[in-house]
């Protein structure tokens, strides 16, 4: 150093290097600790235990929100710890597990934002492997939500949990970071069920398809009515193309024709059969040549079509199965009129046309249906449609965020609607415990019987 002058000050290269190097060695010790506290997670211990344990860590109960949610998403309780650079996240779930329900510890996130992206992933990774052996590099995308974007996937077998960690490139990731996801095997597997049984939807086309063969067991004796409901059975199944309207529209007034032809309660199949090849019929655009004439002389018939903007189509009413409800209420078609009817929600308007609260009609008719035929072969159709309408009110009376439900219009009788929509999944679970139905039952029980939301919303109509 030469006399009467100080130190050089570091160049800027120098000082970029200086400060990777420090903050390698913080990634270190932050990785290192992050991997030990992996390490050390007790999986599925109770939310009451573990925020006993952790009394200052905030919590939020799960709050129900339009959009399905699959059994790995709806988590009953999160808790958070934010500090310099890092975020981690605990979330508890109620799945369907044997003995008394309870939020158990089922996975963990956390998010490392840090200046150097690549010095903390090696870091980490090293650490990880220190503890769980080599990672295996994820070549193919990950099926979790946002995958698309994650790069540089890792992934360690972890006993009954799984490790990720990850680069998420989404523009919803800012600050850049690197992400780690820990999942117990629990809603793992609680997903992959959900994934393989049958949506709302595919409830409502397996009752069709279960009168579908009735129907044509029972008109066996008309062939030509029994290939035009193989022909629309096909249509629904993605085996059949769809047929030109007027050619559907003919076909329907044959069957018509039929019904009227028929005696006494021979005519509820022909009815029932003409209201699935009605609801076939498919007519795109408002303006379509020649149907406004069609569809005026089907409405003397008792058979309307409105226009639907948003699938630019005219929809069928299903006018028909209040029709053969009110006429032949003591036939099993009868029945079966009515079940669909309820599935649907009970209004067959389109668009919403009796209000956004379905399951208010859900409710009120298929209770009194179930208390005055307790010997339905239907009954756990009819008690699902109710469960699920009661567990929708229950649902929206818990709504956070949601563009199109507001909670407070939901409070009055909403415990009702859970004790309601208990008994009915219970009894579901009795009476036919290898359904699909009872499968549903299973998944939402122990969160209505803890008085958690769910995310139904079956019997919530919106048309937008």
Not at 89 to 97: H, I, K, Q, S
Not at 153 to 178: C, K
Not at 402 to 427: C, F, H, N, V, W
């Amino acid at each position: 150093m030469r006399p009467g002058r100080g130190p050089h000050p570091p160049s800027a290269a120098a000082l970029a290097v200086l400060v990777v190097v420090c903050w390698a060695g913080i990634a270190g010790a932050t990785t290192g600790e992050l991997a030990q506290e992996i390490a050390g997670i007790r999986w599925q211990a109770t939310y009451a235990e573990w925020s006993a344990a952790h009394p200052s860590l905030p919590c939020v109960e799960f709050r129900s929100a339009s959009g399905s949610l699959l059994p790995d998403e709806e988590w009953s309780y999160r808790c958070e710890r934010s500090r310099a650079g890092r975020v981690d996240e605990w979330f508890f779930y109620v799945l369907d597990t044997p003995g008394a329900p309870a939020a158990r510890l089922a996975q963990f996130r956390s998010r490392l934002t840090t200046p150097n992206l690549p010095a903390t992933l090696a870091a980490l990774t090293r650490d990880l492997a220190g503890r769980f052996g080599s990672a295996e590099i994820v070549r193919d995308t990950v099926a979790e939500r946002g995958a698309a974007f994650w790069k540089d996937v890792h992934r360690w077998a972890a006993g009954q949990a799984a490790i990720l960690v990850y680069r998420d490139t989404s523009q919803s990731a800012m600050p850049p970071s690197i992400d780690v996801l820990v999942r117990h095997r629990s809603p793992v597997d609680a997903r992959q069920r959900a994934e393989s049984a049958p949506d709302g939807l595919a409830w409502l086309e397996r009752s069709e398809a279960a009168l579908d063969a009735e129907l044509r067991r029972a008109l066996g004796d008309q062939p030509d009515v029994v290939a035009l409901l193989a022909r629309v059975r096909g249509l629904y199944e993605g085996t059949e193309p769809a047929r030109p309207w007027p050619e559907m529209t003919a076909a329907l007034e044959r069957v018509l024709d039929g019904a009227e032809r028929a005696a006494g309660a021979r005519r509820a199949p022909w009815r029932l059969a003409a209201d699935l090849i009605a609801n076939s019929i498919q007519v795109l655009g408002e303006n379509v040549p020649g149907w406004d004439g069609k569809r005026a002389a089907l409405a003397k018939r008792g058979l309307h079509w409105d226009w639907s903007p948003l699938g630019a189509t005219w929809s069928y009413r299903r006018d028909l199965l209040p029709r053969v409800w009110k006429e032949f209420p003591a036939t099993p078609w009868g029945e079966w009129a009515f079940v669909l009817r309820l599935q649907r929600g009970w209004d067959t308007g389109v668009g919403c046309a009796g209000g956004p609260d379905e399951f208010r009609g859900v409710i009120r008719e298929g209770e009194r249906f179930l208390a005055t035929r307790p010997r339905t072969p239907h009954r756990v159709r009819g008690l699902f449609a109710v469960a699920l309408a009661h567990e929708t009110w229950w649902s929206l009376a818990h709504a956070e965020g949601d563009t199109y439900a507001d909670a407070k219009d939901y409070q009055t009788g909403r415990d009702a609607a859970r004790r309601r929509a208990i008994s009915a999944y219970d009894e579901i679970a009795r009476l036919a415990p290898a359904s699909d139905e009872a499968y549903h039952a299973r998944r939402v029980l122990g969160r209505l019987r803890l008085g958690l939301a769910t995310n139904e919303r079956t019997f919530f109509c919106v048309y937008d």
